[in-house]
């Protein structure tokens, strides 16, 4: 429902989780502008974006939020989780270590955050790395239908899949929650 006094009737927020460097502020760059930037931002701090999209012939808002850098460093606060419908826990598929790091960390650190069932899609980014991929489909697949996760790979940098990410998340919230 709408407590933000924003003109949607309804607004879902929506987080970005996952290892520093895995592409979490391009996808919404992607999304919302359709650009990518080949440098790294390391501000510090939550990064706060918001959106609409047409569901059903309604217009719903969303408020995207990123991490932004902290993650590298310190836990992220409360109130980064407080009130989010859904969440993208996000990995390199060129790096095995941020997969680990979703399951060991970040899964877990949602979990104790949030009270709420919240709608959570998996998401391999920089699907443009083919050649020196180090996560397999399978393995992520196989970690994600055992959560009741959505799993999709993406590329901030050649726009796969990530419309499609952000759709697809916002339209499970919708018919979850209305
Ligand atoms: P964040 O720390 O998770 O927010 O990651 P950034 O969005 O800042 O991206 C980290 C680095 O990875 C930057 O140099 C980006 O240009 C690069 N990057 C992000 N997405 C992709 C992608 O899909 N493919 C490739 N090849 N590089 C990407
Ligand atoms: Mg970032």
Known sequence: ????????????????LGDSGVGKSNLVIRYQRDEFSPQSRNTIGVDFSTGSIEIEGKTVGAHFWDTSGQERFRSITSAFYRGAYGAFLVYDISKKETFDNVQERWLHELRYSTSQDIVITLIGNKS???STRQVGREEAKAFADQNGFSFMETSAKDAQNVRTAFESILTEIYHREI
């Not at 429902?1 to 970005?16: I, P, R, W």
């Open 128 to 130: 443009d790395l083919e």
């Open 1 to 16: 429902a709408n407590t933000q006094g924003s003109k949607y009737e309804y607004v879902f927020k929506v987080l970005l």
